[in-house]
């Protein structure tokens, strides 16, 4: 398929998805949960969806919580684009994020601070 079609149909994904996420109230989504990407298969029938979570909420309890409500997320999905067919979602923690987070926790150690900005003591 081509490549900037790809990107464009994951980039409609993501902001139909993501509106879809912050309008959930499904009590295992503690916290900020944000859709940081999605990447589609070839095929288009399945979806990826990356995000990330803030605010100290239950990484596994916010998976659990938006696959649950991936149908509806799927049926918006649907609703919202021309695709032949709509995408099955998975939903997958943004290795970025957790990435991001490790090495900025270990310059951290590396530099004496105590988190806040401030020499450890």
Do not use: C, W
Not at 16 to 44: C, F, H, M, Q, Y
Not at 68 to 73: K, L, T
Not at 100 to 116: K, N, W
């Amino acid at each position: 398929m081509n490549d900037a079609r790809t990107r464009k149909i994951e980039a409609r994904l993501k902001e139909i998805v993501g509106d879809e996420v912050a309008s959930l109230s499904d009590p295992r989504l503690k916290g900020l949960v944000t859709v940081t990407g999605v990447r589609v298969s070839p095929n288009l029938s399945h979806a990826t969806v990356f995000y990330s979570l803030l605010a100290g909420g239950d990484p596994e309890e916010a998976r659990e919580g938006l696959q649950s409500a991936a149908g509806r997320i799927q049926a918006a999905v649907g609703a919202q684009t021309r695709l032949k067919r709509t995408p099955r979602l998975r939903f997958e923690p943004d290795p970025a994020v957790e990435r991001a987070t490790r090495i900025q926790r270990a310059l951290r150690e590396v530099s004496g601070e105590d988190g806040g900005g401030h020499p450890a003591r």
